[in-house]
Structures are given as C-alpha cells and as structure tokens.
C-alpha cells in the first residue's frame, strides 16, 4: 500500500514565523499536489510539481519535489493567520490509474 | 466558470437507508474522482469515472457502493443500506484531462444515525 507521511501532523506557530512541512513517501510519483483545505469545506489545490527537484513559489509559499521524486517540502514564510488550515500533500501514481494518494495531513494554526 | 458542484452539502441517513450523492464536474471535464474523508483519516481514493466508464474502482467497498458517471448529467456515488460506518464527508473531483490537477467540490456530510 502506498503511503504518504506528512510531518508534522501539528503545528502551532506565532504569526510572523517560518515553518516548513514535509510530505514522505517510498513510491515514486509522476507529480505531486499540494492542498490546503478549511473545516467543512473540500481541498483547495495550491500548486502541482512535476519534475524531480523542482522549486515552486506562490507569494510566501514555496514548494519543493525530490529529485527522487518520492518526497516534497512546503515552506511558509512569515506565516499569518490566514494560512491556517489542514494541509495536504497528494501523489499521483501515473499509468492508467491517475488516483491521487494523499498525506496523512498537517494541522497549521498561526496565532495573531 | 462554476467549480465542482456536489449536493447535498450534508445527508442525514437512517440505518438500512440508500443515500445518493450527486456529482457535477467543471465545464469541460469529464473525469471524475470520488474520495471519502472519515473523522481523523486523510482522504481516500474511491473509483475514478470517465463519461459512461468506469476506469478504477480499487478503492470502492465490494458491497454496497456503487458509481456512475452517465452521458448526461452529474456522477452519482449510490450507498445503499448504510450503516453508521458510512458516516463520512465525500468528496468529488474532476479533470480536464486523465491525471490532470483536479479541482474538488466542497464535499457531502453523510451522518448515518
């Protein structure tokens, strides 16, 4: 069974600090995604990587995949209140499958 | 553009009952993706469904569960005699293309009392 860790499974950070997420796995992907989704609703994508060492950035978020492509870091700099919420990693498996496999999740909450 | 579209947001079911969840993708997208979130579990991949095709059910339970995807209208997700353990949120996803990003609807409460 494939599977993917994410670490930490919580995090309470101060706003204004730095944090990094990351997302583990023994498969190989053909691309990774990354969510974040807020109670009662569904994930929101963020950003898809796809080359093995890829580099991603979104304003105070930046994305990193594994040359390996088995693993992948989320960076949040300067972290706010807004960017609280549950966020997912997911790897996609490839061939004819197309399934995303999703992390095991990590709880962010920024405090004013 | 409309995003995906699932109703009813929520779903309250007796024990034995079916429940029908209905799915409408992005305009333009025709694969479609079901995944259910149980309290404290990550997201699990269900069946994945083309226009009149089912591609991979690997995730779908053996009984009880069904999919389709029709040539018009929404993908429906069909339990029928649930029980409390079908107490989940759904979640439907689509694609423009096979393994594209997927964008998700925001979901179906199912409570099974």
């Known amino acids: 069974t494939q599977l993917l860790e994410q670490s930490p499974q919580f995090l309470s950070i101060q706003e204004g600090e730095n944090l990094t997420v990351y997302c583990n796995s023994s498969?190989?992907?053909?691309?990774l995604q990354w969510y974040r989704q807020e109670p009662g609703e569904g994930p929101v994508l963020l950003v898809t990587v796809v080359t093995g060492g890829e580099v991603k950035k979104l304003k105070r978020l930046t994305f990193q995949f594994g040359d390996a492509r088995k693993d992948s870091s989320l960076h949040i700099t300067a972290a706010q209140p807004g960017d609280t919420g549950l966020y997912l990693c997911?790897?996609?498996?490839?061939?004819?499958?197309?399934?995303?496999?999703f992390g095991t999740g990590t709880l962010l909450a920024v405090q004013p | 553009n409309a995003g995906v579209m699932q109703n009813p947001r929520h779903l309250v079911r007796r024990r034995g009952q079916e429940a029908r969840l209905r799915c409408s993708p992005m305009k333009g997208h025709s694969h479609v993706y079901w995944y259910r979130q149980l309290p404290e579990e990550g997201l699990k991949f269900m069946v994945y469904l083309q226009k009149e095709n089912i591609i991979d059910e690997s995730g779908m339970p053996k009984e009880r569960f069904s999919a389709e995807f029709p040539k018009e209208g929404p993908s429906i997700l069909r339990i029928q005699q649930v029980v409390r353990g079908d107490s989940a949120a759904y979640f439907c996803?689509?694609?423009?293309?096979?393994?594209?990003?997927?964008?998700f609807g925001q979901g179906t409460r199912l409570t099974v009392v």
């Open positions: 996803a689509s694609s423009p293309l096979p393994g594209g990003e997927a964008f």
């Open positions: 997911a790897g996609e498996l490839g061939g004819a499958t197309n399934k995303l496999i």
């Open positions: 498969s190989v992907f053909s691309s």
